[in-house]
């Protein structure tokens, strides 16, 4: 059963980026220690399990910040290890909050870096990915191809059913991505063999603004791959995580970016969610400081890209 | 806080494996249309929502399923997709399916195959592999190496300080395993660079009876790899997916074993908990056709293991 038909993934995430005008989307990864003192006192209830609270806690926050953001930037990636360690709790608490930004108008990337075979790969699909009445049919997700090609397919299948989009895992921001992805075979490193696999998608896939919705995971600490993989996949979007906390600067993203100002969309999780804790917001409040932090970013990639003469509006 | 302390994990499922005399464990894939018919009739609660229905139908489906093998199989893997397509609801009848297993002395392995870096990592290790208030703290869990070793680190590190268990995928048994695992990169494959990755991790998580903690998920349906693999790593437990439906029959395993009789055990999910829909076993109840199946694959296994002089008992 279908609950709704609209424009095609990739399509609606780059309208939401010229509505905006900003290539960057906030990860909400509500870390305990993040929860802001407020929140932690008007929502704790004592009579309470501890999952039962921090599920409370955590999708209170969620929405605080959805508050704050939701006018300014496309859209949102919830990471659902924060929500999936407080177990039923936590993944109430995330469908709420992805059902709550969707109703204010975000795209929201589910972080699950799902990968599984056959009927397993079919079930997270469906839930994620799908329109039956118990899918959360959020609008993308994150994929992990270490499988192959067969425990991709049932999610290209519905995203090109349901209009959603994938985010596979080429090259992933940590340290280690180095330890199978950049392992050379046959003169092709593997982030570049799963770059072919994503390619080898793009033509049932393909939007209306010359992009696939089946994008990629590039990891934004490193430069000199994104800019490589850039090259290959000209009509792939990235999906850019690594800015701010891990060390990927706004100076070292534009490479990322296509010359028609588009094919990226930069993550920052603990750089705009956090933002409260960092002395530049020091004054600010959880939310306030959180809507600035967005806004420097937004602001400071976009100027990054003008001086490249990468705009796209 | 710790809230059990206990034996290494591969001593006690050694231990399991020895009392029930069984390699054979039960997976747990709660598939909408593998549920019987008097559990809809019994459960089915027309006023409330399809999760939450759903939620209570798998959860009903799983009771009744290690009621009829704990006591002759050494555990259970259930798959967590088959609960977390129905959402919170989904979750709350996995979680109640493994509290309920390890109450009856069953070793759970989740199949949950997740793979992050950095604090999310953390956030799945300390859910599955934790003593937290809010942690689920199976025993042992599946997971994705395509990030890399800082990816498996606080998985381990859990294990470890908690006498968990991991087994990383290697060489999964779906068709398209070879896109990705079986590129030839400077004479290894992918999945023995995995393979050489988990050995570098035996000291730290050694047993007393020979093995190590950080298992490999190694597929049945690749007879020969899998022997290949077994020779490189004497002292890595296996799990291995892929007989019955999948194809691996019995005679195709016993190479998966060391000479000790030990080394691997084999999961089966539709073959068991299905088994009341195949032809053998049509004229039985769901929960005896799955014991009957059980006992069945258990001594299909033995007889294979001891023709060929590789009994453990």
Redesign the interface.
Known sequence: MKREKSMVFIDRLIDRIIVTKNHCIVGI?P?ENIIPKYIWDECYNSSM???EN?GNLIYQMGKEIIDSIYDIVPGIKP?I??F??????G??AF?NVCCYAKAKGLIVIADV?????????R??S??YLGCE??S?SVDSITV????????IEPFVNNCIDNNKGLFI?VK??????????D????GKR?YE??SD?IIGLEEKSMGNKGYSSIGAVVGGTYKEEGEHIRKQMKRTYFLVPGFGAQGAKASDLVGFFNDDGLGAIINSSRGIIGAYKLEEYKDKPFAIAARDAAINMRDEINKKLYEAGKVAW
């Open positions: 990864d870390h399990s501890k999952a921090m990471q290890a924060f999936e360690q407080y177990g039923s709790f993944i109430k469908e870096k799902r990968g599984d075979i056959g009927s397993t790969a079930a997270y469906d839930y009445d118990t959360l992990n191809p270490y499988l192959g090609r067969d425990s895992l992933t921001s940590n340290k280690s991505s180095s330890d199978i992805q392992r050379l075979c046959n593997i063999i799963v696999l």
